[in-house]
């Protein structure tokens, strides 16, 4: 069964550098989600694409957040400088092309734990 | 802005019986979906059940179903049989209409044998 891959699995890192976390997606879709999940509270949009195209980054902290998708499969999700308040479990989802076929379910990879110190 | 409310931070259910976990929402859009995910102790989301709120009919999955109140705005997930395997935490997560998950809280389910 075709998943959605991420890593690293598991980051640490201090504050102030730079740190960056890889996503595939389930191959075919078209529409790709980074999520931030605190501990203890629900996931929380930081950026989505269709293809290569950002849909929706209102949540993305600009100022040290960047995230890309160049050529519409793979992405990545940069954070410099890293700071105290970042230490989450960042999540990737993939879905086939939005509203296509009448789904909009979101497909999980296994996340990226970042500890910041 | 869409919000979602689970109001049950943590359920606790014997093996075999029956769960209901609630879920209430705050949306504007006539044309949504709402999920409940499930995220074990590993922590890899897994799509439990969706719903389309444009049907009336409430969905079922195996031993899940949804109880879809669209006028109240509320998305209950029954669990029947309960298995130790159903211990996580649950989301409900209704969808915008660009398609991405607003989640809730969150509620964690523990399964005692």
């Known amino acids: 069964e075709a998943e959605v891959a991420q890593s690293p699995r598991y980051k640490i890192t201090e504050k102030s550098q730079a740190v960056a976390f890889w996503c595939d997606p389930i191959?075919?879709?078209?529409?790709l989600y980074w999520y931030r999940q605190i501990l203890g509270q629900g996931p929380e949009l930081l950026v989505q694409f269709q293809d290569e195209s950002v849909v929706d980054d209102s949540q993305l902290p600009k100022d040290r957040f960047s995230a890309e998708r160049l050529k519409g499969v793979d992405s990545t999700l940069k954070i410099q400088p890293a700071e105290l308040g970042d230490s989450a479990m960042y999540l990737c989802?993939?879905?086939?092309?939005?509203?296509?076929?009448?789904?909009?379910?979101?497909?999980f990879g296994p996340g990226t734990r970042l500890t910041v110190l | 802005a869409q919000t979602v409310t689970q109001s049950q931070p943590e359920m606790s259910v014997q093996e075999a019986e029956t769960v209901t976990l609630s879920c209430t929402y705050d949306?504007?859009?006539?044309?949504?979906?709402l999920f409940w995910y499930k995220q074990p102790p590993s922590r890899q989301m897994i799509l439990v059940i969706r719903q389309e709120a444009y049907k009336q009919q409430n969905a079922t999955e195996n031993r899940f179903s949804v109880n879809f109140q669209k006028a109240a705005k509320s998305f209950s997930l029954k669990i029947s049989d309960s298995q130790l395997g159903d211990a996580a935490m649950y989301f409900c997560a209704p969808s915008s209409n660009t398609g991405k998950l607003i989640f809730g809280q969150g509620t964690t389910l523990q399964v005692k044998p």
């Open positions: 949306t504007s859009e006539s044309d949504y979906y």
């Open positions: 989802a993939s879905s086939p092309v939005f509203r296509a076929e009448g789904t909009d379910t979101q497909y």
């Open positions: 191959s075919g879709h078209a529409t």
